[in-house]
Every structure is written in C-alpha cells, then in structure tokens.
C-alpha cells in the first residue's frame, strides 16, 4: 500500500471542492479564523508546538467549535471522557483539555516535527484512526466534501458501514478555505487566491476580518499611484 503520507500529498494536489459545499466550507473557515478563536488556538500552539490550523480543523471534527468540550474526543470538558481517548478529563478550561489531547494522547500530535502538507493531513488522520487507510479507502475525516471522497463512514468505535456518507466536512478542505499551504508545493490556493471548486470556478479563501486591511491597502497604493503621476506631469510641464 503507498505510504500514506505521499498518498495524502498526491490527494491534496487533485482535490477539488464540492461545488455545492463551497459557501459551507467558506462559512465554517471563516468562523475558525476570527480573532478571538485565533487567539484561543494560538495559546495552545504555543503551549504545545501544534500548528493553530491543525487545532482549529479538529476542534470543528471534534465538537462543531464547541468550547466546551474536549479536543480529543469532543465529549463535555466537565466529566470524564467515555469515548477513545477514554478517561480524560475533566478539564477547567477548553486549553486545558486541548493541551492534554496533543501531548498525552495518541497519536501525540506535539511531538510531530513535520507539519508539511502531506504529514500534516497523515498525522489528522491518525487524530481520526488509520481504519480507512488500512481498507484501502480515502478517510471522510480528510476529504469529505471533496471529490476524493464518495461514501464509507465509520458509524462508532470499530464500526463501519460502507454506505454511508459523511456530511460534515473534512478538514483538507477547511485548510484550503482557511489559505493554509498556499505556497509551495501542494499549494492551496487557486486562480486569485481562491480555492477551486468542482465545477471548475474559484471560490474567495480570504478569511472577511483580512478584507478591510486589504481594501484599505488597496486605497493606499491608488492615492500614491495618483501623486506620482500629478507630480510626473508638473516636473514635465516646468521643465517645457
């Protein structure tokens, strides 16, 4: 079987969006990038060396963005976890309970050194379990919503049906919606910092709290575009 992590790399660069989850993945990546969420998930990169975009895609997986709850697992952050990890808890603060799943629970997310795109998706579906990997089959944790993923779902613990369809979304293409790996290769982006969706179109990425910075850089650049033309044309014009 190929290695997973040059098996998530070669799906990375085919995948498209769904053309009718577009505007879904646009509204929950924005969500997960306001400031006050970035914030949140940046304390606990800093706590942990886990990149904030990977706490913030599991956190949605996990618990639909819940704050009360916990990262590992999504169950309430105030009692005892009854589903894998088992035990855990319970935490005072939503940071406590996050800062505990990566760096005492499998697959130890903190220690990971390599936050590449192909790693970085292989150690998301280790957060999930390598069951579809070890079918043979595109995990839903990564890749629903896009096409490299029709149907199969594990339905609980060890349980899996091969007819069912995964409807929440997958975090590959929140990670394309947020602009994450937008450089390099396995660029995220499409044509004009957009992410390409299946029809083919581009869908805006850019989280909205960064559009007034760049509207307001944009006006910028004009009012000192114009001055250099009016100050161009006066040397022009005493110099004739």
Not at 34 to 49: D, F, N, S
Not at 65 to 84: F, M
Request: glycine share 12%; net charge positive; hydrophobic share 40%.
């Amino acid at each position: 079987m190929e290695n997973l992590i040059t098996l998530n790399q070669h799906r990375w660069e085919q995948c498209k969006v769904d053309a009718n989850k577009g505007p879904q993945f646009k509204s929950v990546a924005d969500r997960l990038t306001t400031p006050a969420a970035m914030a949140r998930y940046k304390a606990v990169e800093k706590l942990t060396g886990v990149p904030w975009w990977f706490i913030a895609v599991v956190h949605e997986r996990e618990a639909s963005q819940r704050w009360d709850t916990q990262l590992g697992q999504g169950d309430p952050l105030n009692a005892k976890s009854i589903h894998k990890p088992k035990g855990r808890g319970p935490f005072k603060t939503w940071e406590d309970g996050a800062v505990d799943a990566l760096v005492n629970c499998a697959p130890y997310a903190a220690r990971n050194k390599d936050w590449s795109v192909g790693s970085a998706l292989t150690m998301l579906e280790k957060y999930n379990g390598l069951g579809y990997y070890n079918k043979g089959l595109p995990s839903p944790y990564i890749w629903a919503g896009t096409n490299q993923y029709t149907q199969g779902k594990y339905i609980a613990d060890g349980v899996f049906s091969s007819t069912t369809v995964d409807t929440q979304l997958g975090v590959a293409g929140l990670l394309k919606f947020m602009d994450v790996f937008k450089t390099g290769a396995g660029a995220a982006t499409g044509a004009a910092g957009g992410v390409i969706v299946a029809g083919g179109a581009a869908v805006a990425a850019t989280p909205q709290h960064y559009w007034p910075w760049i509207i307001g850089g944009t006006i910028v650049a004009a009012v000192i575009v114009g001055i250099g033309v009016l100050v161009y044309r006066y040397n022009k014009k005493v110099s004739t």
